[in-house]
């Protein structure tokens, strides 16, 4: 593979990337038979671990919950040795089949997992659990390398991060490093670096970003606790655009020290890690175990607050979003949204409707869009051009084509500063207004996690129903509710668009290039509730019938 430092080109900066990850995953013992050649692979990978894996290997990455499998580990009813080979290999057909690792762990999961089985007892509330990362955030060992996939950092050297040593620490196995796009800093996932990333349920639709890797792989059960990352929408669009699970927390309650990014010591606008599962559980367990160490007394800027799980004493009053004033959901997902509203109401919960319409959530995307790049992009952009990276079409439309986005001076950034502070308090206000003249005041918001399913390659262009909830802070979740289905989500022929945008959304869309996709919801509280998020989520899954 030679050395990075033999490197001169950006190609060959590449090939050496991509040889690494390949190296990392001819180390997969037994080897993988019967997977496709990339020409062969069927439209959807879901059934190929039938044709792939051994029973053995299916039922220990599918038949569980992530509690389930956690007590199987803990009870020593299954080896994690065991457990950590079943998803190091169907890690490697997810990646044969979309394209979502930098790196197969092998030989430092398989060392774990046998470290954690020689233990006397098992420690910690994760033990022997298989987790998956985002790259950029680093990871536990020696020989680390992270390129956040920024052709000009391949092969820099790297290390651990705060989150990831209280998550090792509660005993977890780091066993898959997943890929993220150019910047991180779009709604799916191709860099240079590593190439497109596709859709388990469909290969001609993104699975989202820029934690597609996570989602990808997740989505294809290759993983089944994975942590992704969270500035415009970046856990909860992927995780919604393959069916799972996915949280972002409200910003400073998980660290994100040791992280390798652009825009370090930037206070506009702050992105966060977070869960990405199979199962709602999944996600507390994972808040629980993040703030078990009390990362604050580490990393002053955190929140002190513990997680306390919160118990509604009454139904909770849900307030729909059906629109967001800006661009209207696809057929689909307003019928997702009708699905569970009904059932909230039949479950006794007071359920109204969010009018957000004069709050302007196009002025918020203004305001947003300016507060990612307050100098103008250069940073990104220099290391693009340093390298002799080529910038892709959709780092170009965060960059260069939003019309807030320039270099600010010192006072134009006080006054964008304070332009997003008023924009807070006039949401908050609006909220805190649900409970006047003897009303209950809404707990949570239901509403889309994006406009449809996930996208065609190339066209998530849209953010505002996930970067929306960034710009105000607010936690919020998002869980699988249906899929599209030709015979129910007619296109409305006789819809006008209301502005280019919408237009451009609505254009996009026909029941049958999305049939069968998935459709989730996004369930959001006010700023430092996210355990009252959760709690909420808790209730309108039982609403719908689920444990």
Request: net charge neutral; aromatic share 8%; proline share 6%.
């Amino acid at each position: 593979m030679g050395s990075i430092s033999n490197t001169k080109t950006w190609q060959e900066k590449v090939d050496w990337a991509r040889a690494q990850r390949d190296a990392s995953l001819a180390k997969v013992e037994p080897k993988l038979d019967g997977i496709p050649g990339t020409g062969d692979l069927p439209l959807s990978s879901q059934d190929l671990p039938k044709a792939v894996l051994t029973p053995r290997e299916i039922e220990i990455t599918e038949r569980y919950t992530v509690t389930e499998l956690l007590g199987l580990l803990r009870e020593r009813q299954i080896t994690v040795e065991e457990v950590t080979r079943a998803f190091l290999r169907r890690a490697a057909l997810a990646q044969a089949a979309t394209n979502c690792l930098t790196a197969l762990l092998w030989d430092e999961a398989i060392e774990r997992a046998r470290h954690l089985d020689s233990l006397p007892e098992p420690r910690g509330s994760l033990f022997g659990l298989p987790i998956s990362t985002k790259e950029h955030h680093g990871m536990v060992g020696k020989n680390v390398t992270t390129s956040a996939s920024f052709v000009a950092w391949i092969g820099k050297e790297h290390g651990s991060s705060l989150l990831y040593d209280t998550l090792w620490n509660e005993g977890c196995v780091f066993f898959a490093r997943t890929t993220q796009p150019q910047t991180i800093m779009q709604l799916e996932t191709e860099s240079n670096a590593y190439g497109r990333t596709v859709n388990p349920y469909n290969r001609e639709l993104t699975p989202g970003g820029s934690s597609g890797g996570e989602s990808a792989l997740i989505g294809m059960r290759g993983s089944i606790l994975g942590v992704g990352g969270d500035i415009g929408g970046s856990i909860r669009c992927p995780a919604a655009h393959v069916g799972i699970y996915g949280f972002k927390a409200t910003i400073k309650r998980l660290s994100t020290s040791g992280f390798r990014n652009i825009g370090s010591g930037k206070e506009t606008i702050s992105g966060c890690p977070g869960p990405m599962t199979v199962d709602r559980e999944g996600l507390e367990l994972f808040m629980k175990a993040a703030l078990s160490a009390k990362p604050w007394r580490i990393d002053p800027s955190l929140t002190v607050k513990e997680w306390t799980p919160y118990k509604f004493t009454k139904a909770p009053k849900i307030a729909v979003q059906w629109w967001d004033g800006v661009v209207q959901p696809h057929p689909p997902m307003t019928r997702a949204l009708r699905e569970v509203a009904e059932a909230c109401r039949k479950a006794g919960m007071e359920v109204v409707d969010w009018d957000c319409e004069g709050l302007d959530h196009k002025k918020g995307w203004d305001i947003l869009s300016a507060l990612y790049w307050p100098d103008g992009g250069k940073e990104a952009l220099g290391l693009l051009e340093g390298a002799g990276e080529p910038i892709l079409p959709l780092t170009k439309f965060i960059l260069k084509e939003q019309p807030t986005v320039k270099d600010r001076t010192m006072h134009e950034l006080w006054e964008l500063c304070n332009e997003r502070d008023m924009y807070r308090a006039r949401y908050a206000q609006a909220w805190s207004k649900t409970g006047d003249d003897g009303n209950r005041e809404v707990d949570v918001i239901l509403c889309p996690p994006s406009f449809g399913a996930a996208m065609p390659h190339g066209q998530s262009r849209y953010w505002g129903y996930t970067s929306h909830w960034n710009l105000l802070d607010y936690p919020a979740a998002v869980f699988p509710v249906t899929k599209v289905n030709p015979d129910l989500d007619a296109k409305d022929l006789e819809y006008v668009p209301k502005n280019s945008q919408d237009k451009f959304v609505h254009d996009m869309y026909s029941p049958e290039r999305f049939s069968n996709a998935p459709v989730s919801l996004q369930v959001v509280g006010r700023r430092q509730e996210d355990e009252k998020v959760l709690a909420a989520l808790a209730e309108i899954e039982r609403a719908m019938g689920r444990k």
